[in-house]
T-cell receptor
Framework: GAVVSQHPSWVICKSGTSVKIECRSL??????MFWYRQFPKQSLMLMAT?????????EQGVEKDKFLINHASLTLSTLTVTSAHPEDSSFYIC?????????????FGPGTRLTVT | LAKTTQPISMDSYEGQEVNITCSHN???????ITWYQQFPSQGPRFIIQ???TKVTNEVASLFIPADRKSSTLSLPRVSLSDTAVYYC???????????FGKGTKLSVKP
């Protein structure tokens, strides 16, 4: 089946620094990838939609200058949390749709646990 | 996008059949219904998808009545490893994204 990977799986950084999270579709091409954030005991919240070769679309309330998204190829999207603060500590999950498939199935990465100290 | 209502939590014992019902009264005509499973600190995993009547795969069955205003995920003979949160998702957002509700936390006990 289709596999999506994320790197790193967990990261600890100091307040004020930037962190980059990578999302890769390993065996399929994805024109569109999605970035979600999940706080403890809560559901997944969509942050932004990442489109290959164009600007990302951010959900209301998500700061585009703080959460930089780059989708430079059909298999890689990156999320950079700039000037991270403790309130950015969360579980970040990406997903992708196989553009070669007609189904609505999305494949999720294993997630990245970000802790800002 | 249809709003969903699921039980917040359910308890079961190993070997039992578990049915989780989700209501989605305002589901659109073209929307498929998809269920995902999520373990702690992991990304969600696709379980099953259907449009109407019954769909079965190696993991679960999905029952959808004719009016499609609800759907029931059936897990046969659950084990401890089925303890997870289960999300019902009718359709997708305008970007093709998934809109997650609160889900149902299933706890399977020995």
């Amino acid at each position: 089946g289709a596999v999506v990977s994320q790197h790193p799986s967990w990261v600890i950084c100091k307040s004020g620094t930037s962190v980059k999270i990578e999302c890769r579709s390993l065996d399929f091409q994805a024109t569109t990838m999605f970035w979600y954030r999940q706080f403890p005991k809560q559901s997944l919240m969509l942050m932004a939609t990442s489109n290959e070769g164009s600007k990302a679309t951010y959900e209301q309330g998500v700061e585009k200058d703080k959460f930089l998204i780059n989708h430079a190829s059909l298999t890689l999207s990156t999320l950079t949390v700039t000037s991270a603060h403790p309130e950015d500590s969360s579980f970040y999950i990406c997903s992708a749709r196989d553009q070669g498939q007609a189904s609505y199935e999305q494949y999720f990465g294993p997630g990245t646990r970000l802790t800002v100290t | 996008l249809a709003k969903t209502t699921q039980p917040i939590s359910m308890d079961s014992y190993e070997g039992q059949e578990v049915n989780i019902t989700c209501s989605h009264n305002n589901i659109a005509t073209n929307d498929y219904i998809t269920w995902y499973q999520q373990f702690p600190s992991q990304g969600p995993r696709f379980i099953i998808q259907g449009y109407k009547t019954k769909v079965t795969n190696e993991v679960a069955s999905l029952f959808i009545p004719a009016d499609r205003k609800s759907s029931t995920l059936s897990l046969p003979r659950v084990s401890l490893s089925d303890t997870a949160v289960y999300y019902c998702l009718p359709g997708t957002g305008s970007q093709g994204n998934l809109i997650f509700g609160k889900g149902t936390k299933l706890s399977v006990k020995p």
